[in-house]
Every structure is written in C-alpha cells, then in structure tokens.
C-alpha cells in the first residue's frame, strides 16, 4: 500500500508558476511510476505527467509540453511538478498517482494507476 499527498496548489496569475509536490509513504516509493493528472468542474481526468522510477523515462500531455517538468527524488519519496507559464485553462484539481506497473508505451491511462492522492486545487486566474 502507498499513501500519497500532494501539496503545492493555489491561485497564481497567467503567466505565473507553481510547484507542486507528492510525497509518499508506505511501500518503497522508488518502485513506482508516478503520474500527475488533473480534473476541471464537468470534465473527466486527464493525463498531465508522468515519471518511471528511475527517472529515465517521462512523458507529458501535448498541452503541457515545454511548460511542465516532472522529476522524483527517491531518497526523500518526493515526486515534484514544476509548472511554468501557467493559464486559465490549466485551473483545475491535480492529482498524483502510482503504480507498480512497468514503463509502458502508453502510460497515460488513469485505470493503470493503483493509488491516487486526494488532490490539489490549481487557480490560474487574474
């Protein structure tokens, strides 16, 4: 069993940055792919980053490429979300996510992931 709890959300201006984190307890974290995902009122959960264990691997939404940057410290159980050049559009609930599957082609897909946190509020707005 993991246990995750992300932290980091709030309101920042177009064009600002935040850096949101998940820190995980339980099983050994380094183990995991962990993903972000993220969900806006009246839409479904979709995919934002994700990272292999090793940190070799990560993948990104086309929407977020450029902008977002996932990375992981395993010896602190730390999977961090740096998000620069933040908009409207990119308001919304942000969840992380692991799971003890392998690095796959296609990571993206929410029914892979094992265990969620409970979320974080994300505001881009003036």
């Known amino acids: 069993q993991v246990q995750l709890v992300e932290s980091g959300g709030g309101l920042v201006q177009p064009g600002g940055s935040l850096r949101l984190s998940c820190a995980a307890s339980g099983r050994t974290f380094s183990n995991y792919v962990v993903g972000w995902f993220r969900q806006a009122p009246g839409k479904e959960r979709e995919f934002v980053a994700a990272?292999?264990?090793?940190?070799?691997?990560?993948a990104y939404a086309d929407s977020v490429k450029g902008r977002f940057t996932i990375s992981r410290d395993n010896a602190k159980n730390t999977v961090s979300l740096q998000m620069n050049s933040l908009n409207p559009e990119d308001t919304a609930v942000y969840y992380c996510?692991?799971?003890?599957?392998?690095?796959?082609?296609?990571?993206?897909?929410?029914?892979?992931?094992?265990?969620w946190g409970q979320g974080t509020q994300v505001t881009v707005s003036s």
């Open positions: 996510a692991a799971t003890r599957s392998a690095w796959l082609s296609n990571i993206k897909p929410p029914t892979i992931y094992d265990y």
């Open positions: 990272i292999s264990w090793s940190a070799r691997n990560t």
